[in-house]
């Protein structure tokens, strides 16, 4: 199972892309069919069924919200550039 949640910043369409492999639910965004930045958010079947049942919502979307917001805020980025200055 994926699914695909499109999303536009600074004029580049995103795709937030959920894949479940049967025990894990991966999240992560693409730009162009291809990886956007370095990385996966994953939450596994028994803590996302816990989550649900404590909190009654989603452990899914949050993962999916803080792919969306290091798109935005750059995160990737800065931590190529931190580790660019340490050489």
Not at 13 to 26: K, L, M, N
Not at 68 to 74: P, Q, T
Request: aromatic fraction near 14%; proline fraction near 6%; glycine fraction near 6%.
């Amino acid at each position: 199972m994926t699914d695909s949640i499109p999303f536009t910043h600074d004029g580049k369409h995103y795709e937030i892309r959920c894949a479940f492999d049967g025990y894990t639910v991966h999240v992560r965004p693409f730009l162009d069919d291809r990886p956007a930045n370095g990385f996966e958010y994953s939450v596994d079947l028994p803590v996302a069924v816990d989550f649900r049942q404590w909190t009654g919502s989603s452990a899914v979307q949050p993962l999916i919200d803080s792919a969306k917001n290091d798109i935005v805020s750059g995160s990737w980025e800065k931590i190529q550039e931190f580790f660019r200055s340490q050489r």
